[in-house]
């Protein structure tokens, strides 16, 4: 992991306890439980952005009359 970085984080006591007991049941640190949240979190915003612009490129190429791969194939020939 290379260096750490030593932050305080402040959040509700439940939030808190919850943390804890992942922690307590799975093993590892609370440290470990916090990096799994944000890297989860992390993974959830990119697949997000991902789907937006799927969305996005495909009501592009719809407008554009790009249905099919032969329409793409077609479209790129032009």
């Known amino acids: 992991m290379g260096t750490a970085v ?9 939030l808190a306890k919850e943390a804890e007991e ?7 640190t609370l440290s470990a439980v916090i990096q799994g ?7 959830t915003r990119k697949k997000n952005d991902l789907r937006g612009l799927q969305r996005h490129w495909s009501r ?11 329409d793409l194939e077609r479209y790129l020939k032009k």
């Open 22 to 28: 992942v922690a307590r049941t799975e093993g590892i």
């Open 60 to 70: 592009v190429a719809k407008a554009k009359g790009i249905v099919t791969e032969k």
């Open 37 to 43: 949240a944000l890297r989860l979190s992390r993974a």
């Open 6 to 14: 030593r932050k305080t984080i402040s959040h509700p006591p439940e």
